[in-house]
Structures are given as C-alpha cells and as structure tokens.
C-alpha cells in the first residue's frame, strides 16, 4: 500500500503560481511513478503529470508552465504551476503506480484525497 496526501491547493488569480505537493507513505516510494491528474466540475479526470526516476512527462495542455519533480529523500512529488489560467481549475490529485509510464488514471492503483485549485480571472 502507498498512502498520498496532496497539499497546496487554493485559490489564485490568473497567471499567478502555485506549488502542490504530494507526500508519500506506505511501500517504497522510490519504485513508484508518481502521477498528476486534475478533474475540473463536469469533465472527465485527465492527465497532467508524471515522473519516474529521472523522467518527466507533462501534458501538452499545461507544458511550459507547469513542471514535475520529486524528493526521494522527503518522498514527496511536487507540482510546480505557473502562468495559471482559469481552465486549470479543477480538482487536483495525486497518484501512483509500480507498473511503469502511464498516463490512463485506471492504470493508477494509488490515489490521494485531492486538493483544490480554483484560478479567477
């Protein structure tokens, strides 16, 4: 089992930053890719972020201002977003898998609470 807690939600003006982190527990967090996934009201949970080791993945709708990094040492993963837009607001979470790159949120058997980010215009 890995259990997740995200942290750093909340609510922005457009183009402004936010950090979120994820802090892991459980089984070796080091053997896990951890995943972003966001779900905005009425929308289907989608793909943001993942990174593996020393790979990072993030998806073409948020490339360029948001980055993916982790702490192996904190075990902790953390979602770096800026120039935030209103469409970035939605519900963002936290997950991960030992079974290698996935971006398919059903390929995640891990998941955190969820924290929310709300961008005003």
């Known amino acids: 089992q890995v259990q997740l807690v995200e942290s750093g939600g909340g609510l922005v003006q457009a183009g402004d930053s936010l950090r979120l982190s994820c802090a892991a527990s459980?089984?070796?967090?080091?053997?896990?890719?951890m995943g972003w996934f966001r779900q905005a009201p009425g929308k289907e949970r989608e793909f943001v972020a993942l990174?593996?080791?020393?790979?990072?993945y993030v998806a073409d709708s948020v490339k360029g201002r948001f980055t993916i990094f982790r702490d192996n040492a904190k075990n902790t993963v953390y979602l770096q977003m800026n120039s935030l837009k209103s469409e970035d607001t939605a519900v963002y979470y936290c997950?991960?898998?030992?079974?290698?790159?996935?971006?398919?949120?059903?390929?995640?058997?891990?998941w955190g609470q969820g924290t929310q980010v709300t961008v005003i215009s």
């Open positions: 990174i593996s080791g020393a790979s990072a």
């Open positions: 997950a991960a898998t030992p079974g290698g790159i996935r971006t398919r949120d059903v390929d995640y058997p891990y």
């Open positions: 459980g089984r070796t967090f080091r053997g896990h890719v």
